[in-house]
């Protein structure tokens, strides 16, 4: 990474860095092993850090799931700083590495999402503008991030076997309730919309194991789930695996039970601002499903072509170093 306006040499800035984590008190065995008393350290060390370390600390305040998964050099590069910094981040508030931080992202993350005041905690506990403004900027900027990032890492034999399967069926049943019901609504309507066989799982009445039993053996099913993934779609998904039923998996990580249960399946991680979740991706991959699905039936999509699988494999390659 280049040095910005401004920045001081990277020498300089280890300088003072290493100042920070000497007089910080570094005990790995005593660091916070709970999310919230992490961020209530890292909000009471903010102002004794220096100017680099904040950029991550706001960061890692506004953008805990992209911290509790993503690599250290493309958190770098979002945060602006060098992949060191990350590291020296970790250790001024006690953890062993970057890595052992991450841990009690990656616990918070996947034991649940943080309930709506939590979030507003995080939201006015950050460093942005506080005024309405600012947070259609870092709301819209998310949305952007979640929508780009998709786009470059999307496995494309997936979503070709994800249209195929669905182009095939019947009828297309899709579920999907809490976060993800607004992209199954859509995606019913959508394919509604343009002449596809399409029902909602609705749970309307406690029916839901009910409307999951009509799926026809010719039918497909389309389900939608993300962290803290709701046990009625997973209910869904698992009895019209389990009778032979083509299941077509929208879902936010690999270790999602989702995908256990799922024939293909496409992941989606949306981007975050303050704990406050975009849904970018996953109505533009909606949209892909749904006129994809419909033009594989009138036979008016054509397959990507290997050379633009094999650049696309690339660019996700490069993007992964």
């Given at each position: 990474m280049g040095m910005e306006d401004g920045q001081m040499p990277q020498a300089q800035q280890d300088a003072e860095d290493e100042a920070v984590l000497s007089a910080a008190d570094i005990d790995s065995a005593t660091a916070p092993r709970d999310f919230r008393e992490l961020r209530t350290l890292i909000l009471e060390r903010r102002d004794r850090l220096p100017k680099r370390l904040v950029q991550v600390a706001d960061f890692a305040i506004h953008h805990p799931q992209e911290i509790a998964f993503g690599r250290v050099a493309e958190l770098a590069r979002k945060a602006q700083v060098q992949p060191s910094t990350m590291i020296r981040f970790a250790q001024a508030l006690g953890y062993s590495g970057f890595s052992d931080l991450q841990l009690v992202f990656q616990s918070y993350a996947r034991d649940r999402w943080p309930d709506y005041n939590t979030r507003l905690e995080v939201l006015h506990d950050g460093a942005h503008g506080g005024d309405v403004l600012s947070l259609l900027d870092g709301l819209v900027e998310a949305s952007c991030t979640s929508a780009r990032d998709f786009r470059q890492s999307v496995d494309v034999e997936a979503l070709e076997q994800a249209v195929d399967r669905l182009a095939r069926a019947h009828t297309i049943h899709v579920v999907g309730v809490r976060r993800a019901f607004p992209v199954a609504v859509y995606l019913t309507y959508a394919l509604q919309k343009l002449g596809a066989r399409c029902d909602l799982i609705d749970q309307l009445g406690g029916l839901?194991?009910?409307?999951?039993?009509?799926?026809?053996?010719?039918?497909?099913?389309?389900?939608?789930?993300?962290?803290?993934?709701?046990?009625?779609?997973?209910?869904?998904?698992?009895?019209?695996?389990?009778?032979?039923?083509?299941?077509?998996?929208?879902?936010?990580?690999?270790?999602?039970?989702?995908?256990?249960?799922?024939?293909?399946?496409?992941?989606?991680?949306?981007?975050?601002?303050?704990?406050?979740?975009?849904?970018?991706?996953s109505f533009a991959l909606a949209t892909t499903l749904a006129v994809g699905t419909v033009s594989q039936r009138s036979g008016d999509l054509r397959p990507a072509r290997s050379v633009q699988k094999k650049e696309h494999m690339d660019r996700i390659d490069r993007n992964l170093e």
């Open positions: 839901g194991s009910r409307q999951a039993d009509l799926i026809g053996s010719e039918d497909a099913l389309l389900a939608v789930s993300y962290t803290p993934y709701a046990g009625e779609t997973l209910d869904s998904a698992r009895a019209a695996f389990e009778r032979g039923v083509p299941v077509v998996g929208i879902t936010d990580s690999p270790f999602s039970p989702l995908v256990q249960v799922a024939n293909v399946w496409l992941e989606v991680a949306e981007a975050d601002y303050s704990g406050f979740r975009s849904l970018s991706a």
